[in-house]
């Protein structure tokens, strides 16, 4: 069997494994604070030394960590380098019943939970979508914790929305080619579905760390299983390829944030490189 490359994703259960992931950053676990009123709502999350901290999470004992994580039937995705070889932070909470993962497997996507939204079905597009509380559901509770199920952050579940293994972040390329501001095209984002269902993204946003964003067009569907480029130059849109448009480069080559949020406005991906 072919060894993985060190920026390949993977998937773990492994207490050691997580364990000495998150010790070689110097980092620390955390999970949601317990209120009187809220008390189920735990979501979990790695504090990191230079990061700023969520004031929502508090450090936690490993075993602590380590059984909400089997409470929640949680699986922990990350990365062991950058494709630069620099050491990674990317790491997310995954469900264990949509990645199949009950003991550490390798992957090869940076695959999170994320709150879908599939093509509705011409018996279903008359319905109201969502309850009134819509805005309010965050599926990626917090800084650091993307994928949490409902069942880990919300007492009551929302039937309006469901976790499910869907959008894919597949590569962040944000060193173009030569100038970066001149071969913007050559800066970009691969997304795929890796759902069974299309995506409808129309309405999406994608932003980084300084607020520049670039919104999915009107009736853009992402089949099953296929990709999508988005780059950051101009060009004509396609199904394979989109184009955000921007006059100058938008990833910063020393490190940023991707955020990816709803037609609602909430977040499901946040991956920071």
Known sequence: MTAQPSWATRTTTDHDTIREWVERRNATPTAGRETESDADRRALGIDFPDAESDEDFEPVAWDAFFETLGEASLAFRYKETNRNGEQSRFYRFVRREETGVADPVGGDASVVAVATEPVPTDSESGSEQGSDDDSETDPARGSTAEGVPDGVLDSEPRPATKLTVGLVVDEIHEDAGGYDHWN????????????????????????????????????????????VTLRTGSGPDTDRDLHWGSPRAVWKNTGDVLTVRNRDGTRVIRESY
């Not at 095209?185 to 964003?213: H, I």
Request: no cysteine; net charge negative.
């Open 184 to 227: 913007r095209n050559d800066e970009y984002l691969v997304f795929r579905n890796d759902g069974d269902e299309p995506l409808a993204l129309a309405g999406w946003t994608v932003e980084n760390a300084d607020g520049e964003t670039y919104e999915f067009p009107d009736e853009f569907v992402l089949e099953p299983n296929r990709a």
